[in-house]
């Protein structure tokens, strides 16, 4: 059977052209995927032999696990909820009303990875605009601390570099393609500029462009420390200005180096001048399928995108203090519930290891470090795949995933919603 238009859910570009054929229960042939998505949906075919549930490394069945998995959380004093970047948003709204009942703090990969992209829009603003008008009107492009043709191997051909647009018929020839990176990666090969920047030093760049942008002028000592030269940045800056609708990519390279939430603000800074001259926005590349996703569904129901504690019977907002890898890293959460994510093997060694301390339950579709340590262990249906659901493409698109191959595992919003159900009970008794 061949199925069309399928949503690959692995990385924030949600390319949703994707076809598969099925064979017998299993994926056997993927078509407009990429290597990583097309990995990602073959290696979702078969459906493993692995039980619903484990409770302490043994089969047991969902209710039991529910039981055991709601009784720890309600017994924690401090409990944790973290993950949440690769299911969909109605798990995702579920795990929000757990944390809510629970007074626990919720966090989601955002913390790790673009969570000074986060700040700076609470602080800032977010100067935003879809893929669609990517594709469509955009003629100056600039990746900053990002390599897409790695993390995202579509971004340049389905959307940004290549495609031709209403606005933009020219697709490639049409669009200046701009790279700005402390070093030169598999991406810098797509652009017209590379600009070799020294680590460290983005804001020190985005001020001086902001002040170049401005009108304000600069001697060369004033950049000597950035890499680039003042002429370099009065070229860009110029481009930005002159350019009919210009887009800036915010990588890790820029959310993950000095100055952190200070770079991405700087950003969003620089194209609120340039809207002085021309219309431009800018687009955190999120990496994770639906890493957008819990971040919308947290603003919406608390406020505030990531790293929030409801200890007080309200959520509170404060990187650093409610953050995952601090929490665990200070020993203050005493339980903890992953969802559709592998923090024992990404968080630093001393949070992981502080999940194996603690009473952790995991729900995944597969086996990973955390299941391995887990006490509580749902085998979940993969969302896109097995379980249908609403995902957000890098850009605040929401796009809907189809079921197309049948799981016998129950979906992440299901084992979710039974165990805030479970701790309803348990809390009322
Ligand atoms: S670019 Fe991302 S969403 Fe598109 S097919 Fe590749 S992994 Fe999937």
Same mark, same amino acid.
């Given at each position: 059977m061949q199925i069309t238009n399928i949503v690959c859910? /692995?990385?924030?570009? %949600?390319? &949703?052209?994707i076809g598969v054929t099925v064979e017998e229960g299993r994926i056997t042939q993927v078509k407009n995927a990429c290597v990583l998505g097309k990995a990602w949906l073959m290696g979702h075919s078969a459906e493993s032999d692995r039980p619903a549930a484990l409770v302490e490394g043994k089969p047991a069945s969902l209710e039991e696990a529910i039981d055991v998995a709601a009784r720890v959380m309600v017994q924690a004093r401090y409990p944790l909820l973290y993950g949440l970047? #690769? $299911?969909?948003c109605e798990a995702q709204r579920q795990a929000v009303a757990l944390a809510d009942l629970l007074g626990a703090n919720i966090d989601c990969c955002t913390s790790v990875c673009h969570g000074p992209s986060g700040m700076a829009v609470q602080g800032v603003g977010e100067p935003t605009c879809t893929l669609g008008e990517v594709k469509n009107r955009a003629d100056l492009l600039i990746y900053w601390? #990002?390599?897409? =043709?790695? #993390?995202?191997?579509r971004h340049f051909t389905r959307y940004a570099v290549t495609p031709k647009g209403l606005f933009t018929p020219a697709g490639r020839k049409g669009r200046t393609v701009v790279i700005v990176d402390v070093r030169p990666t598999s991406? $810098?090969? =797509? =652009? &017209?500029i590379f600009l070799q920047i020294k680590p460290g030093k983005d804001f020190e760049c985005l001020w001086a462009l902001r002040a170049l942008v401005r009108g304000v002028e600069l001697d060369e000592d004033a950049v000597a420390d950035t890499g680039l030269t003042l002429a370099q940045l009065q070229d860009l800056a110029r481009r930005m200005k002159s350019c009919r609708f210009g887009v800036l990519f915010i990588g890790q390279g820029l959310t993950q180096s000095r100055g952190k939430q200070m770079n991405t603000s700087a950003v969003f800074m620089l194209v609120r001048d340039l809207y002085a001259h021309t219309k431009f926005a800018a687009i955190p590349m999120r990496g994770h399928g639906n890493v957008t996703g819990i971040d919308n569904v947290l603003s919406w129901q608390t406020?505030?995108? /990531?790293? %929030?504690? /409801? #200890?007080?019977g309200y959520p509170r907002f404060n990187p650093g203090e409610y953050t995952t890898v601090d929490l665990l890293a200070r020993g203050e959460a005493d339980a903890a519930l992953i969802v559709a994510s592998d923090p024992v093997a990404n968080l630093p060694r001393v949070a992981a290891d502080r999940l194996a301390q603690i009473p952790t339950i995991a729900l995944d579709s597969h086996e990973s470090e955390t299941t391995r340590v887990a006490k509580v262990v749902f085998t979940t249906a993969t969302a896109g795949i097995g379980a249908e659901g609403t995902i957000y493409r890098m850009d605040n698109v929401p796009l809907r995933l189809r079921a197309f191959l049948p799981s016998p595992y129950p979906s992440d919003e299901e084992v979710l919603r039974r165990i805030v159900t479970r701790v309803a009970e348990l809390r009322t008794v």
């Open positions: 859910a /692995f990385c924030g570009c %949600v390319c &949703d052209d970047s #690769s $299911t969909c601390g #990002s390599n897409p =043709a790695e #993390s995202h191997p991406s $810098t090969r =797509a =652009a &017209d406020g505030y995108p /990531f790293g %929030v504690n /409801f #200890s007080r």
